[in-house]
């Protein structure tokens, strides 16, 4: 079966921090990859997505990035942290051409002080 | 092009009432609709997912929902409220766009 996982669970970093937030897919190969930012009671907002090893499509201007090192392994990165990066992060992936359906892992709190 | 509209933000409900959050979605193509849910600091999590093969869609924990293409709408419905209900749920649309749209979110609040 497929599962997702994220790492850490929780993090509080201070500003000008830098960060590494890791997804990792399981029982699947070529996945959809993406990651979503929730802020302190609002929806989702898609920050990041991946078709591919090495490609990825930035939703919105920030001082994030991601990368895809591996098929199923994708990465959040930032070289300084601002307070605005607070908030609670979700990876999730689909499989393409087989379903259009999104599984999201567990999440990552992240507090920036 | 496509878009999702959740028409409550919270939605208050006694344990043991039946339980309705609203969806209306736009889209080009014929969507794929789905519900999800998100328990506090916890992943979402499917309930049920539209394609096409039937209007009444029947999902996890006795939640179900409804296509009406004349309304453009996906209510959720589920005929009584239990305590552990109480979470944030999202409406998805995913048509011939490649990236989902996801509505802004329900909350749904159980008193017992």
């Known amino acids: 079966s497929q599962t997702i996982h994220q790492w850490p669970a929780t993090l509080v970093q201070p500003v000008g921090s830098p960060l590494s937030l890791e997804c990792t897919v399981e029982g699947t190969s070529n996945p959809n990859l993406y990651w979503y930012r929730q802020a302190a009671g609002r929806g989702l907002q898609l920050l990041f997505y991946?078709?591919?090893?090495?490609?990825i499509s930035s939703e919105v201007p920030q001082n994030l990035s991601a990368s895809r090192p591996q098929d199923r392994q994708f990465i959040l990165s930032s070289k300084k942290l601002l307070l605005s990066d607070s908030g609670f992060y979700l990876c999730a992936f689909d499989r393409p051409v087989i379903t259009d359906t999104q599984y999201f892992g567990p999440g990552t709190r992240l507090t920036v002080l | 092009a496509q878009s999702v509209t959740q028409l409550d933000s919270h939605v208050s409900v006694s344990e043991g009432t039946p339980v309705l959050l609203r969806c209306n979605y736009s889209s080009s193509y014929s969507p794929s609709l789905f519900w999800y849910v998100q328990h506090p600091n916890k992943g979402l999590q499917l309930l049920l997912k539209y394609t096409s093969a039937a209007t009444l869609v029947k999902g996890i924990n006795g939640f179900e929902a409804e296509f009406k293409k004349s309304e453009t709408s996906f209510h959720l419905t589920k005929p009584s409220a239990h305590m552990s209900d109480a979470a944030e749920y999202f409406c998805v649309v995913r048509g011939g766009s490649y990236i989902p749209t996801f509505g802004r979110g329900t909350s749904l609040i159980v008193h017992p």
């Open positions: 991946s078709v591919g090893i090495g490609q």
